[in-house]
C-alpha cells in the first residue's frame, strides 16, 4: 500500500516530540531545534529513550510468541528499524499491522513502514489519537476484529492531557476489540528521576507533557488482565527473554501488557 502525501508543512521552528525522540535514539530524522532540546536533557534521557524502544521490542515479539498476528500501533513515530512489523513479522511472517500516526515527518517515512514480508501486511494511517473511530474505521479494513489484536500505545499518552480525556479514549479503542486482545503501554513518569536530572520543565516548555503517577498509570489498564511481571519500569519487563542488560537501571517510563478477558 502506497500512503498519501502529506499535506501539513514540516514545521522546523519547534520542536516536536518524535523528532526529539529520534534525536534520543540517535536517528538522523530531526532538527536543530529538536537536537537544541534534546542536548538540555540529562544523559539519563538517552538511556531511557532506548530501555523505552527495547521493551516496545520485547513486548511485541511476546505478544506475535502467544499467537496474536494483528497489531494496531497509535502514535508510531520515526521509523526507526527494527520497526514492530520487522519485529512481529519475524516471529510469523503473515502477522499484519496498521501504523497511525499525525506527523507530516512521520507520514514522509512511511513507506519504510509499509515493506511488508510478502505473507504479512502494513498500511499507515494519518490521524491522531484523539479520532479513536477514525482510526478503528480505517483498522479494520486491513484487520480482523473478531480476532485477538495487539494495541500498541507506546510512550504516546503522557502527550495528552487531562481534558483530552487519555482514558476515554483508550477504553474507546479497547472495546472494539474482541477477547484476547492485549494493551502494551508505555508512559513517562517523573516518579524516579532524580531531582539533580529532571527537565521535565524544560521538556514541557515547548512540548505539551503530562507525567503520571503509578496509579494514574494503572488506570489505562482498569478492567483488563495485566501479565506478569505487571506494570513495573520499562527497563524491568520481560517475560519469555532473558532479563534485558539495563535491567534494574534508572528508568522514567511505566509499561505493562495486559489482555482484555472474558
Not at 8 to 29: C, N, Q
Request: glycine share 6%; proline share 10%; charged share 25%.
Amino acid at each position: 500500500m502506497t500512503p498519501g502525501t502529506a499535506d501539513s508543512p514540516i514545521d522546523t521552528t519547534r520542536p516536536h516530540p518524535a523528532r526529539v525522540y529520534d534525536y534520543l535514539l540517535g536517528g538522523k530524522d530531526n532538527y536543530p531545534v529538536d537536537q537544541e532540546l534534546g542536548e538540555q536533557l540529562p544523559p539519563l534521557a538517552k538511556v531511557v529513550a532506548a530501555q523505552n524502544r527495547a521493551f516496545m521490542h520485547r513486548a511485541v515479539g511476546w505478544a506475535a510468541r502467544t499467537g496474536i498476528d494483528q497489531f494496531l500501533d497509535i502514535g508510531t513515530g520515526i521509523p526507526t528499524r527494527p520497526n514492530l512489523h520487522q519485529i512481529v513479522q519475524e516471529v510469523d511472517p503473515a502477522a499484519r499491522v496498521v501504523y497511525t500516526d499525525n506527523d507530516p515527518i512521520v507520514l514522509r517515512h512511511a513507506e519504510a513502514l509499509l515493506i511488508s514480508t510478502p505473507e504479512g501486511a502494513t498500511d499507515y494511517l494519518d490521524a491522531d489519537v484523539r479520532e479513536p473511530e477514525k482510526i478503528l474505521d480505517h483498522a479494520r479494513t486491513l484487520l480482523d476484529f473478531d480476532r485477538p489484536v495487539a494495541l500498541s500505545l507506546i510512550a504516546l499518552m503522557h502527550f495528552l492531557p487531562d481534558e483530552d480525556d487519555p482514558y476515554g479514549i483508550t477504553r474507546t479503542l479497547l472495546g472494539a476489540l474482541p477477547v484476547g486482545s492485549c494493551l502494551i503501554l508505555s508512559h513517562y513518569t517523573s516518579e524516579f528521576i532524580p531531582a539533580d536530572q529532571d527537565r521535565t520543565d524544560t521538556y514541557r516548555s515547548s512540548i505539551s507533557l503530562r507525567p503520571r503517577t503509578r496509579p494514574e498509570v494503572e488506570r489505562f489498564f482498569d478492567g483488563l488482565d495485566l501479565v506478569d511481571p505487571g506494570l513495573v519500569m520499562a527497563s524491568l519487563w520481560h517475560k519469555d527473554t532473558p532479563p534485558p542488560p539495563d535491567s534494574g537501571s534508572i528508568d522514567s517510563f511505566y509499561a505493562g501488557v495486559a489482555r482484555v478477558p472474558r
